[in-house]
């Protein structure tokens, strides 16, 4: 529930910061998507004392239009993290 309240918070200014950059709704939705899987999967190492939840999102969202944008290779852009990132989770009740 706690990230539910996260997203809606946030959800608008990380996509307004996106579209700054990216023209194509589409892609803004998938890079914010992956802005949001990126900070769910490293949520245990937020120091709020560090920065505010908006500067985390702001920073992670330009880092990931970086990584696309210089040209990193295929298998470490951010498409293929966060392709690897959906392919490790696992559907909520599902016990192994």
């Given amino acids: 529930m706690a990230f539910d309240a996260f997203y809606r918070r946030h959800i608008e ?16 939705a998938d890079l914010a998507a992956d802005v949001f899987l ?8 937020y120091r ?3 920065g ?6 702001y920073g ?3 880092n ?5 944008a210089a040209g990193v290779p295929a298998h470490t852009s951010w498409e293929w993290a966060a392709s690897a990132r959906r ?7 599902r016990a192994d």
């Fill in 13 to 28: 200014a990380v996509t307004r910061f996106l579209s700054r950059w990216v023209d194509d709704p589409h892609t803004v």
């Fill in 87 to 93: 392919r490790r989770r696992v559907p909520v009740g």
């Fill in 38 to 45: 990126a900070v769910f999967d490293s949520a245990h190492t």
């Fill in 64 to 68: 990931t239009l970086a990584a696309g």
């Fill in 52 to 57: 505010s939840e908006i500067a985390l999102l």
């Fill in 60 to 62: 992670v969202a330009r």
């Fill in 48 to 50: 709020p004392g560090k």
